[in-house]
């Protein structure tokens, strides 16, 4: 009776774990886990390393948003660099619309 409980809770443990075992295997293997309480553990250890993930992703998310806002160019940066696009346009005497140079300086900020 004994041998026959601790093969079901070591193959629900191994169903939990996401692998397969024998009968023979699992109760060797797994009952010194559930016995000492490295189910639990495992469990845990699993629920800590979605917990990983998921808020892995989430931190990324946030730094993206984060990094977007910080490389706004301010107003006088932009005016700045709007000069500086003149400067370079006018030293080969070509001229762009606003839109168009204002489009330029969206894309250098952007990549």
């Known amino acids: ?23 023979i295997g699992a109760t060797r293997a797994m009952s010194g886990e ?10 845990q250890d699993k629920e800590h390393g979605q917990e990983a993930v998921y ?28 000069q500086e696009l003149d400067g370079i346009l006018s030293k080969y005497k070509a001229e762009l619309p606003k839109a168009c140079k204002e489009e330029i300086l969206e894309f250098k900020h952007a990549h």
């Open 1 to 23: 009776m004994l041998r026959t409980a601790s093969i079901c809770a070591a193959r629900a443990a191994a169903r939990a774990g996401g692998f397969e075992v024998s009968a």
């Open 34 to 43: 559930i016995a000492g309480g490295g189910f639990g553990r495992t469990l």
């Open 55 to 82: 808020f892995g992703k989430e931190d990324r998310e946030l730094l993206k948003k984060l990094a977007k806002k910080v490389n706004q160019p301010t107003e006088a940066q932009l005016a700045k660099e709007m």
